[in-house]
């Protein structure tokens, strides 16, 4: 099993910048594929960016060219970059993480969740 904690949300103006932060526990962190989802009100939970232990990673369309997904295994931590801000971006975004292969895209492919942080972009 694996718990995950995420943080780095917060209020920011459009065109500002976050870092998206999530802290995993267990020693086998390597094995497990890792994920960004956000839920705006009114809205399904979608797919922002998933990585592979091996640095793999897939993007939502909209977020192609402003966010970046990493992770550093060594440290257990996986982060979101997220430039450009717009107000669309505005949700709560959730870290994700299946054992496995491949860069799952469905909430359905991921077995462990974090809390979620809120993000407001503004203007």
């Known amino acids: 099993q694996v718990q995950l904690v995420d943080s780095g949300g917060g209020l920011v103006q459009a065109g500002g910048s976050l870092r998206l932060s999530c802290s995993a526990s267990?020693?086998?962190?390597?094995?497990?594929?890792m994920g960004w989802f956000r839920q705006a009100p009114g809205k399904q939970r979608e797919l922002v960016a998933a990585?592979?232990?091996?640095?793999?990673?897939n993007y939502a369309d909209s977020v192609k060219g402003r966010f970046t997904i990493s992770r550093d295994n060594a440290k257990n931590m996986v982060y979101l970059q997220m430039n450009s801000l717009k107000s669309e971006d505005t949700a709560v975004y959730y870290c994700?993480?299946?054992?496995?292969?491949?860069?799952?895209?469905?909430?359905?492919?991921?077995?462990?969740w974090g809390q979620g942080t809120q993000v407001t972009v503004s203007g």
């Open positions: 267990g020693r086998t962190f390597i094995a497990y594929v």
């Open positions: 994700a993480a299946y054992r496995g292969y491949g860069l799952g895209r469905k909430g359905s492919d991921y077995d462990y």
């Open positions: 990585i592979t232990s091996g640095g793999s990673t």
